[in-house]
């Protein structure tokens, strides 16, 4: 009964360190770690997004990608930085609530034109039924 137990207790520990690990072996193959920084101060009007670095790397860094797709490890603590990513978020704000606004008038676009169909399927049943009474 009782290697029963340690037994059940290995195979019970063992799972709990697998799972963990796991987690932890999916964020180092996702990360993307830069090596140094570039000192280019990267234009506002071309860069598209940007994200931070993994916990897990050495240095913390902000990557800036541009239009073209070039990717910029920024030190965070550059002066321009925070602007930039003010910048960015505004901009991706704005598209989102513009996307809201696409969608919302679509969406009420369709609910007249379904309202419209209905009430001409109705007076053309109503104009069918008049004319079969009359026949």
């Keep these: 009964m009782r290697s029963l137990m ?11 360190q697998m799972t963990s690990s796991a987690n932890l072996a999916s964020e180092v ?38 239009i073209a797709g070039r990717k910029f490890c920024i030190d965070p603590q550059t002066p321009w930085v925070k602007s930039h990513i003010e910048t960015v978020d505004k901009r991706t704000t704005a598209t989102k609530s513009n996307a809201k606004k696409t969608t919302v008038t679509e969406s009420n676009a ?26």
């Excluded at 340690?6 to 709990?16: D, E, G």
């Design 6 to 16: 340690c037994l059940l207790f290995l195979v019970i520990f063992c799972s709990v």
């Design 29 to 66: 193959a996702n990360s993307r770690c830069c090596g140094e920084f570039s000192n280019v101060k990267v234009p506002v009007k071309l860069v598209t997004s940007y994200y931070w670095t993994s916990s897990i790397c050495g240095r913390r860094a902000i990557v800036f990608q541009t």
């Design 110 to 135: 369709t609910q007249t034109s379904a309202t419209e169909s209905t009430s001409a399927a109705l007076t053309t049943a109503a104009t069918a039924k008049t004319q079969s009474l009359t026949v």
